[in-house]
């Protein structure tokens, strides 16, 4: 199973710009959809983003459509999700997810969909 590992993420004011990397270890994830998931403070895991194994597919969030961007290099086994327009309502912690489960369809936007995890990363976004 592969090992996900963030980083890129820390405290940035309202209107700045963040780029948060997920590197896979252990087995590579070259065929396997990546995705970007988020959980403020007493809230559910929320789908953020997510790429196909080629890049070809993406799909957003509405929340973050037009300020965020996923892409990935297969080479480096990393994906990446570069924020702007970063908002107070985007404080969380970020997780990277791989593996979607066999039976599960595109555009994998539910967190149980998925079988590996990094362990998070937090992102804070100062008014």
């Known amino acids: 199973q592969a090992q996900l590992v963030e980083s890129g993420g820390g405290l940035v004011q309202a209107g700045g710009s963040l780029r948060l990397s997920c590197t896979a270890s252990?087995?590579?994830?070259?065929?396997?959809?990546m995705g970007w998931f988020r959980q403020a403070p007493g809230k559910e895991r929320e789908f953020v983003a997510v790429?196909?194994?080629?890049?070809?597919?993406?799909d957003v969030a509405e929340s973050v459509k037009g300020r965020f961007t996923i892409s990935r290099d297969n080479g480096n086994n990393t994906v990446y999700l570069q924020m702007d327009v970063l908002k107070p309502e985007d404080t969380a912690l970020y997780y990277c997810?791989?593996?979607?489960?066999?039976?599960?369809?595109?555009?994998?936007?539910?967190?149980?969909?998925?079988?590996?995890w990094g362990q998070g990363i937090q992102v804070t976004v100062s008014a």
């Open positions: 997810a791989a593996d979607p489960q066999y039976g599960s369809r595109w555009p994998y936007q539910l967190a149980d969909e998925y079988n590996t």
């Open positions: 790429i196909s194994w080629s890049g070809l597919y993406i």
């Open positions: 252990g087995r590579t994830v070259k065929t396997s959809a």
